[in-house]
């Protein structure tokens, strides 16, 4: 019926009441609007502690992007807003018009231009920023992360040139580390948000980045790659150590375990339990096993598990946990790659304790 009315009536429609506003009153809206959602944005605490050169970078980058975002979201949501609630049609104005218009040549250029420069502005930092951050020293501590379903071994070159692995990242302090990411079966991501920094492990390729870590302590890894069921699970620490804790360390990775090296495998089943709970093992963070005071949920009660097993089982469960799954339990989540980071004479240690002590009853 409105639209016969329409069409019967020549000539300009009478312009409707409230089709004009204050441009002004937006304007001031926008700017209190604007003023607040930044100061919401820097107050935030949206990351970790920082404990790398590159995070000091990467978190002003993104208080900058917070300033110069928020006024765009902020601007746009006013302008549609107060539009709705000013020029809303009223009951009885359904015939008229808004005031005519032909566009606004000076407005249109203002509105493509400084956009324009924003982003323009904007990408040049962040490609500034990118390259302060990927930039290389000259002499650079060398670590092989390897990623797999589901856990993650890194790789250093000790003193004589043995390549040896360890489940924990160390890194010593003010000195820049190069990632070396690799993928032995599908796309993993390494991150340690402390670092800011993060890149995918992609199988048959080798992916770098580096980073100068500038504070000590220990931080999460974590996979940020959906990379299966026990995605979850795919995580590890990072412990930026004093460059001499970081060389002892270092030093004693790979040894093997005290009495276990001297007489060439004479396995100790004190050691194993050592190991057992240790952190390179930590065997007691999935496990129940009463001897050890663990009480883990994520893998099988080894008290009722290993009842009765021989060790030949024990050691296959620790270096191929895919070969014999437990009723009930997910492959995948036991992490394979025990028999590089422990080495065969902790890996010996470890089953003669656990056959030790599963065995009576
Ligand atoms: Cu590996 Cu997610």
Known sequence: MGLEERTQSAGPRPERQHARADWKQMVGIGIIAAALGIAAGLLIDWFPVSASEQAKQIDTL????????????????????????KFRMRPGEENLDGPPIHGNTRLEVIWTAIPAIVLVGLCTYAFVVLEDVEAADSNPLNVRVVGEQFAWTFFYKQANG???????LHVPI???????????DVLHDFWVPAFRVKKDAVPGINVTYVVNPNRLGTYPIVCAELCGLGHAVMRSTATVDTQEKFDSWLAAVGKPAATAGGGGGAANAEDGKTIFTSQDANCSTCHTLADAGANGSIGPN????????????????IEEPSAVIADGYQDGIMPPNYKDTLGEAKINALVKYLSEVTKGG
Do not use: H, M, R, Y
């Open 174 to 184: 003010n000195k820049q580390v190069k990632f070396t990411l690799q993928s032995k």
């Open 62 to 85: 993104w208080d900058v992007l917070i300033i110069f975002s928020v006024p765009v979201f902020v601007g746009v949501t006013v302008v549609v807003l107060f539009s709705v609630v």
């Open 162 to 168: 043995k390549e040896v692995a360890s489940t924990q």
């Open 302 to 317: 080894l008290d009722t598990a290993l009842k009765g097993k021989d060790p030949a089982f024990i050691k296959q469960s």
